[in-house]
């Protein structure tokens, strides 16, 4: 079956430590996004990529960063400098000709303590 | 910058109950429009989308948004709501040259009572 596989679903970190959330997706979509959700506040785009090796700052890319190496794989690492790490992390892609009609992951979520 | 609004937070209705859940965006132009729902702890699944042409769309589930540019508006209606619709529901917005970014509401709890 074709999707969207973000692992683990929890994650529990120590303040300080970056650590890496996993994206792959096998619809063989052009574009991938990173969104956080906290409650009450929806989802707020961190970083997006339309194709491999670019990709482009959302409204919320400070204290985050991401890779974009192969087509599958839209990892984000949530660094140290990330003032409030602790939220749900949800991944997402879609096709190229159908920018807007975006595809979900399951999501991860993040606790940092 | 466009915005989209849910204005309301929660919502509870009975099962077999009509639903109707509100959806308003700011933006000049007509932009795409999209209803997703979100069951706790999980990803979002998309339910319809406005591109163009006809202003009453049908999704999945038996879902149905209309478009009306007069208001601003694409709210999603359900004639008759199950148990198992309840769940988050978010509008979002997407605009042309708006570098395939969706802007999302902060979503519509539904509570459905047996």
């Known amino acids: 079956d074709g999707g969207i596989t973000q692992s683990p679903k929890y994650l529990f970190r120590k303040e300080g430590q970056n650590v890496t959330l996993s994206c792959e997706q096998n619809?063989?979509?052009?574009?991938m996004y990173w969104y956080r959700q906290d409650p009450g506040q929806g989802l707020r785009l961190i970083y997006y990529?339309?194709?491999?090796?670019?990709?482009q700052k959302g409204d919320i890319a400070e204290g985050y960063s991401v890779s974009r190496e192969k087509k599958e794989s839209f990892p984000l690492t949530v660094t140290s400098a990330q003032k409030n790490p602790t939220a749900f992390y949800l991944c997402?892609?879609?096709?190229?000709?159908?920018?807007?009609?975006?595809?979900f992951g399951p999501g991860t979520r993040l606790t940092v303590t | 910058a466009q915005s989209v609004t849910q204005p309301d937070i929660h919502i509870t209705v009975s099962e077999g109950a009509s639903l109707e859940l509100r959806c308003n965006y700011s933006?000049?132009?007509?932009?795409?429009l999209f209803w997703y729902v979100q069951s706790p702890g999980q990803g979002l699944q998309l339910l319809l989308k406005?591109?163009?042409?006809?202003?009453l769309v049908q999704g999945i589930k038996g879902f149905e948004a209309e478009f009306k540019r007069s208001q601003s508006s694409f709210n999603l209606r359900k004639p008759s709501v199950h148990w198992s619709d309840a769940a988050e529901y978010f509008c979002?917005?997407?605009?042309?040259?708006?570098?395939?970014?969706?802007?999302f509401g902060t979503g519509t709890q539904l509570k459905v009572e047996l």
């Open positions: 997402a892609s879609s096709m190229r000709d159908r920018l807007y009609e975006q595809y």
């Open positions: 619809l063989n979509h052009d574009a």
């Open positions: 990529s339309q194709i491999v090796n670019d990709f």
């Open positions: 933006y000049g132009a007509t932009p795409y």
């Open positions: 406005y591109f163009s042409g006809d202003t």
């Open positions: 979002a917005v997407g605009i042309t040259g708006g570098g395939n970014k969706l802007t």
